[in-house]
């Protein structure tokens, strides 16, 4: 079989980037909290987000072929570990697409104004139509990242645009009727509590993603190369991106007017509405759209080479590791992904029973989330004394350097995993929520281990059955 052509530019990588390391959603969290969120964004990006694209950049040089963080893991610590970072990093994205296609299309819903209500108002037709949406995008991929690549690639611009609108219409309404939010004599310090706790692992999750990019390496034309120089960018932006965006939502609203959930729509339609462009609103609510379309495209092509890689190596069934011929598409993982998703988002809009299934597989994605990243540092520091190919990428300033990094990328991982397990203080019952998460993220580790022990033994049936 002849190698799948090399698709992804410069250009597209960066956009890439852009949808998977970006996302318009954390920013009404972060206003939600205040002008302390900002500092916040800084050391997230400093202690978490840079130490990890230091350690992608070197471990995608380092270790070949395709699967990440699975394979860096497998290669360094044994195909065991590797199966069970693989299994949590898939597994926690799933419940999150169905999350993100929910989250889209109340966007679309209500840009649509009044022919969008009855996507809001019956739960069989938003089913249908995040469904549809789901194969769509899955079908989009079936051909390939050069045909997938074009929903990143507007998801990533429409981020940009949308920021870049945001920034206007803040300045507009400063000079217009003054400064929202009290920024002078506002408490910059992070709250020590269970809030802070979820803002931090809210924020690791909100600047993490540029592993992702790893999972992309044979489609890239210009190879490391590329890759490298998009890694090289992405601190930079998500510094720039997060705080003009957190600050100029807080220019518009106050911290206790700005919700988690829809504080970004709100601030643009007010902004807009109070600059006398109210009309464009549902122009920018579809840019939002797009958005989360884009990263939702995003993450689908590159969690689809997960179960890919594993199907190669035969811990999950041979036909996951099946290419199309012609776009080099792993087929087999994008199908059983689609419908993966297809059947969480009915079980997220069906009746009290399913529902508390389905919060019970967000549970999961919560803790599990940030597990891999616990892996991926691990591997990084333990490859240090390793050699290397000679063209591979090293972190500047020898291996003690490296060795600091990877040491604070790895504390910083650690303190997000403990604040996951921060219940809400919103929470009507806090240690069972608690008991609800490590009973969630328990389930979901032993049902890998079982995946791989089925694997191990019919490897090991295969080997004793008579040729």
Known sequence: MTAPAKTLGFADLFFYAASVALSIRWISVAAAAGPASLPIWVLAVLVFSGPLIVATAELTTRFPGEGGVYVWTGQTFGPFWGFLCGWLYWMSNLPFFSG?????????????????????????LFTAVAVAVSIAVGGLHYFGLGTGKWLSNIGGVSNFALIGLLTATAIGVGMKHGVATDFAH???????DANGAILWATMVFGVGGTEALAFLRNDVRGGMKVILGVLATVALVQIAFYLIGTGSLLVILSPQTATRLSGLPDALILGLKTLGLGPIAPLVLFGAFLCSLGSYSAWFGVGARLPFAAGIDAYLPAAF????????????????????????????????????AYDFLVAMSVLSYTLPFLFLFAVFLATQGRASAPDAWRVPGGRGVAVAIGLVGLVATIVAVACTLVPSPDAKDQVGEVVKLVVASGVLIFSGIAFYAAARWRTLVRARAPS
Do not use: C
């Open 186 to 192: 506002a408490s910059y310090r992070p709250p020590l």
């Open 100 to 124: 993100v296609l929910v989250f889209m299309l109340n966007l679309l819903a209500l840009a649509l104004g009044p022919a969008g209500k009855p996507l809001l108002e019956h739960p069989w």
């Open 321 to 356: 590791g099946r290419r199309d011929p012609r776009s080099g598409a792993p087929v087999v993982s994008i199908a059983v992904q689609t419908l993966i998703v297809a059947v969480i988002v009915v079980i997220s809009q069906a009746g009290d029973t399913l529902k508390g």
